[in-house]
């Protein structure tokens, strides 16, 4: 794991998980190799369920296609999106499957700092993208959500906890 990759994982655990109760039904959309979902669960965390169009995820499929793939509309308390807005428009379907008062807790590159990640990864400093950074947005102009808390991390890269009406 990458130096500066391993110490975000360790902050966004910190910033992110404390806020999660124990009973909240989860749904992490790009669990990738599945790290949040490993800590998650050894942590007491019991109704997590890790999405990606890859496995190993408990669902493969893609996000957008969230009907089909069995999720139903308001059913999650917690949807966690690390490092995948910048890859696909998520917001609407975020927004669809979170129960009221439900959380999204993302992040996602600054979209003009983003040729910086680019030489972090080339020097070997943070993980490598695995497809494009086609969808770069600024999460304050994300619209679906009225209720965001967010942050900007390292002048790299911004957090976000959204809050569904």
């Given at each position: ?41 050894s942590h007491g ?94 999460l304050k102009d ?24």
């Amino acid at each position: 794991m990458p130096l500066l990759s391993e110490i975000a994982r360790r902050k966004k655990i910190t910033y992110f998980f404390s806020g999660i109760h124990k009973s909240h039904k989860i749904l992490e959309i790009g669990c990738g190799g599945g790290w949040a979902g490993q800590y998650l669960i050894s942590h007491g965390w019991s109704d997590y369920v890790g999405l990606d169009i890859k496995p190993p995820a408990d669902i493969v499929g893609d996000i957008l296609n969230w009907r089909k793939l069995g999720i139903k509309e308001s059913s999650y308390d917690i949807v966690i999106a690390f490092e995948v807005a910048e890859h696909v428009d998520i917001f609407g379907a975020c927004n669809a499957i979170l129960k009221p008062g439900g959380k999204l807790m993302i992040t996602t590159p600054l979209p003009y700092m983003d040729w910086a990640l680019r030489m972090l990864e080339l020097w070997g400093l943070n993980q490598k993208r695995t497809t494009p950074h086609s969808n770069l947005v600024y999460l304050k102009d994300v619209s679906c959500f009225r209720n965001k808390n967010i942050k900007i991390v390292g002048f790299l890269s911004q957090w976000g906890i959204f809050t569904k009406d």
